[in-house]
């Protein structure tokens, strides 16, 4: 009854920069916060950027600085600007949008992306 769908993956050189969608779908009360994740080949799953209901945001050290995220006026939609992609940024991107339970979000429940892959050359 809830689908998380990103898009705006590529290819694209070092130094450049792309733009990631999610939008979340479905039976929605509210969201409580939107995050995102990439996990390269070999390597785990990292939480690379977050943003909760009132707007508060974090990243990882790895993108802090290069990345934002931000939300929809509608709020079931997030965004992840990269810029001065690397190629260590290489990697599939997740979105996980937390679904609240009822509108009082008293509780929620973790929806998943199918992932969008980003590829950077050097």
């Known amino acids: 009854q809830v689908q998380v769908v990103e898009s705006g993956g590529g290819l694209v050189q070092a130094g450049g920069s792309l733009r990631l969608s999610c939008v979340a779908s479905?039976?929605?009360?509210?969201?409580?916060?939107m995050d995102w994740y990439r996990q390269a080949p070999g390597k785990q799953r990292e939480l690379i950027a977050g943003?909760?209901?009132?707007?508060?945001?974090n990243y990882a050290r790895s993108v802090k600085g290069r990345f934002t995220i931000s939300r929809g006026n509608a709020k079931d939609t997030a965004y992840l600007q990269m810029n001065s992609l690397k190629p260590d940024d290489t990697s599939v991107y997740y979105c996980?949008?937390?679904?609240?339970?009822?509108?009082?979000?008293?509780?929620?429940?973790?929806?998943w992306g199918k992932g969008t892959l980003v590829t950077v050359s050097s």
């Open positions: 479905g039976s929605i009360a509210g969201i409580h916060g």
């Open positions: 996980a949008a937390h679904v609240c339970d009822t509108a009082s979000c008293g509780s929620f429940k973790t929806y």
């Open positions: 943003i909760n209901s009132v707007g508060s945001t």
